[in-house]
């Protein structure tokens, strides 16, 4: 019983900072999206494939959360944007606490989006709220139909889907119709993108709907 | 620092249940393969092709570990082997007590190999000793050629890899040659195989290998 008290601590205690994080966020006009999946789905590359098609039409940071390594922060940094690596060491989500002092490196006041790429991780950080104005869940084609019925909650929590590696559809006994009515059966309510980091399929459709939103004034989540 | 002591005070009670079933599985002469990967890398196909490579050959039973649904325990039941489910309702990782609950339903004594397929993440489950023999570790060669770096730990706990879905490797901006480098350099004595269960591919290889490991009796780690 005590194990359950102290991780409902944890995640007061978190839901506080990310509250914090929000309210930075929104004074300085930011769009923080918090990028989840399992590993391998694409969230870098989606993030590469953002940052070249808006070629700098947004002021765009990027807070990288790995394991271990800086490979991925490594990538992005070559587009020239200020990123910040937090590596867990073995932690298996990012907390608002890690987001809040990766922040404090960014000037947010130089800044519209910021993309946060979390741990790849299907389960955990969903319990994890960052401060984001929204969760965007990406899932490749190639990890099957039935993934949003047996990781429901990170497709509860998200306000936008994106079913990357669209261009490997041929040669998988996948029905992406069946893939997203399962996601919005999870979700009705979610923002369904479809792309391709290898051919840019998508990539237009996902970058407009993000200007959009900066420009409508989508910042926080609740508001 | 209270958290941490929790924490630790869990995975001792874990590995002293995790010995308890070892023992019983070792009594019995019951090989325990715990399958861990991120999630829709084929764990569950990867089963469905063993068991029906084998064919009677070795009397296989299967635990299978999900967030939620039995979707895949419907999948195993269809080739008549015995098999539990075990829901875990949100949580990320099987865990030794879970194990051992899904074990009384099993009559060990009737049985060569218990597959044990661990919910979809390549994170949490590397710390969760279930009393298994060994870890097999899944990944898709969609997942990317860094994984292993990324996500250490569960490289370096298994005693086996098997990398799936080789069939994509001409569509993919993968090279095999260095997914594999990378994962040997992790954990130079990793078993590796390449198998596809869309085409068949490897899984002869994979089946020969468990079939000579039951022979040889090797049953248990650290025998």
Redesign the interface.
Known sequence: M??IT?ERK?LEKNDEIARQNRARLTEHGVLALNMVS???SGKTSLIERTLEHLNGKLRVAVIEG????S??AERIARYRVPVVQIVTH?G?HLDAHLVAEAMTKLDLTRLDVLIIEN??????PANYDLGEAMKVVII?T???E??P?????MFRQAAVLVIN?V??LP???VRLRVLKQNALCINPSLTVFETSC?TGMGITRWCDWLLMTVARGVKTRGE
Chains 1, 2 share one sequence.
């Open positions: 005590s194990v102290i944890i399992s590993p391998g790995d394991v271990h390594t490979l991925d073995g298996c741990v790849g991780n299907l389960v955990c490749s190639t990890e099957g039935d993934k019925l047996k990781y429901p909650a590696k261009d490997l040669y998988l006994d290898t």
